[in-house]
């Protein structure tokens, strides 16, 4: 399956590239948040491939939500994003990324995250997270194995770019987090996967499409992802709730906290 997902994230990105290279024309959900050709080539991409391949999962997937189209799931469905962080390709930074995560009984237990203008692919299951560098040509090479680190004595936060809140930077204050890191999209995921930083914390609205393919990275890598409850953060999908598939605030460690 992660062949198939990583294929799917490629041939997204190699789209969302071509989009780029032209010049995106924006515009605007009925929530207002800004949509671009890219993100529609990208998730018809995807969404062909796992129809494809895994037609008895279903799968919940930004744009398609976004015109009201969500299946029923069960213990296992897909969920994708097929571009992570439009703001910064509208304006264009390179952080963004394409997200395709397989969820079994509440928990990502696979992830991929491809940002196509980096050249790089991060990938989890089955507790081995690797870093894969992607060629011109859209093709894998360097694959290497990622941890997170151990805990340091002073922690590096990493924060939303857009998404940055006074109780965010009160939390990187009060935890003694002088370093801190902004960047856009699930990537602050991936950095933490990789141990270039230690703590995400988000107390801003995310959907769980934004979140579970980094997720699962990272805990592979692991990492873990906590509601402020404590609790692993879940992704469950409930019908009766219009904002179902919002997700909680909730902070990202690389390590135990």
């Not at 010049?23 to 018809?44: F, I, L, M």
């Not at 969820?103 to 507790?127: F, N």
């Not at 922690?155 to 940055?164: D, G, N």
Request: hydrophobic content about 45%; charged content about 25%.
């Amino acid at each position: 399956m992660l062949d198939i997902l990583i294929a799917a994230a490629l041939k997204a990105g190699r789209e969302i590239m071509s989009v780029h290279a032209a010049g995106p024309h924006v515009t605007y959900k009925n929530d207002c948040s800004p949509v671009t050709e890219a993100d529609q080539r990208a998730e018809d991409v995807i969404l062909a491939a796992l129809d494809e391949f895994f037609p008895h999962i279903p799968v919940i997937a930004e744009e398609a939500a976004a015109n009201g189209v969500v299946p029923k799931t069960g213990e296992e469905f897909f969920l994708v994003d097929p571009l992570d962080g439009t703001k910064e390709f509208i304006s264009g930074k390179q952080d963004f990324t394409v997200n395709i995560a397989l969820v079994r009984k509440g928990m990502p237990v696979l992830g991929v995250v491809y940002a196509p203008a980096l050249k790089v692919l991060w990938s989890g299951h089955d507790d081995i997270a690797c870093k894969v560098q992607i060629s011109d040509e859209f093709e894998q090479s360097d694959v290497r194995k990622v941890r997170c680190r151990a805990k340091p004595t002073i922690p590096i936060a990493v924060i939303s770019r857009s998404h940055c809140t006074p109780k965010t930077e009160a939390f990187v204050a009060e935890n003694g987090l002088i370093d801190s890191i902004s960047i856009g999209s699930s990537l602050k995921f991936c950095m933490l996967a990789e141990g270039a930083a230690d703590v995400y914390p988000r107390f801003s609205r995310t959907m769980m499409w934004d979140t579970a393919a980094g997720d699962a990275v990272l805990r592979a890598a692991g990492g873990i992802t906590l509601d402020m409850a404590g609790m692993p953060l879940r992704y469950e999908f409930d019908e009766s709730d219009e904002d179902g598939l919002a997700n909680p605030d909730f902070i990202a460690w690389g390590a135990a906290p």
